[in-house]
């Protein structure tokens, strides 16, 4: 075993999977621009990683019932208890609207499901930007610390933010708002 086989490790398991799961969920949310197969494999792929983050998360749901709750905390369990209840539903609506991923099973489709799943869907984006925002000074930290590198670089900070500006991502959403319109 060489001595960055660890490291490497880590970085897949702390820095990773939180990180394939709001890419799968946009990759997910691109039903117009992908075919309804894989819209379902993404789809079904991304609840294994939001398993794994409830379950190394789960201390959490232990310390609910222990401390004092101001705001913050007030905030940040509601937000979480809406979006594990909207997983839930995400989930469940999922299962019965499958045409390809899940097709085997005897469910009956609904158009009122595929209205819910959508809902849902944007719901889910929604609450895991607020979810991320919430806890974007620890994932920081966590980055930092995984990765080694200093509390602060300036110039790392300037080329950090110039790529978040950069516009492809940008170019892409204007793209699709030209092709798909606002309906």
């Known amino acids: 075993m060489t001595p ?30 992908l ?19 409830i379950a190394v998360n789960r201390a959490w749901f232990t310390n609910l019932f222990w401390g004092r709750y101001d705001t913050r905390r007030t905030f940040t369990l509601a937000l979480h208890l809406l979006q594990i209840t909207n997983v839930a539903v995400l989930l469940v609506a999922s299962i019965v609207i ?7 099973l005897p ?33 920081m930290a966590m980055a930092r610390t995984t990765l080694r ?16 500006c950069s516009r492809p991502p940008s170019d892409c959403g204007v793209a699709s708002f030209w092709a798909y319109g606002t309906s």
């Open 4 to 33: 960055e086989f660890p490291l490497k490790a880590i970085i897949h398991k702390r820095l990773g999977l939180p990180a394939a799961m709001p890419i799968l969920l946009l990759l997910a949310l691109l039903y117009r621009g």
């Open 98 to 104: 499958s045409k390809s991923a899940l097709e085997f």
């Open 107 to 139: 469910v009956s489709d609904s158009i009122y499901l595929r209205d819910v799943h959508w809902f849902a869907a944007y719901w889910v984006m929604i609450i895991v930007g607020a979810h991320v925002g919430l806890h974007w000074t620890r994932v």
């Open 149 to 164: 590198l200093t509390p602060w670089n300036p110039a790392r900070a300037l080329a950090l933010r110039a790529a978040a």
């Open 35 to 53: 075919e309804n197969l894989p819209h379902e494999i993404f789809g079904t792929v991304l609840f294994a990683p939001f398993g794994w983050h």
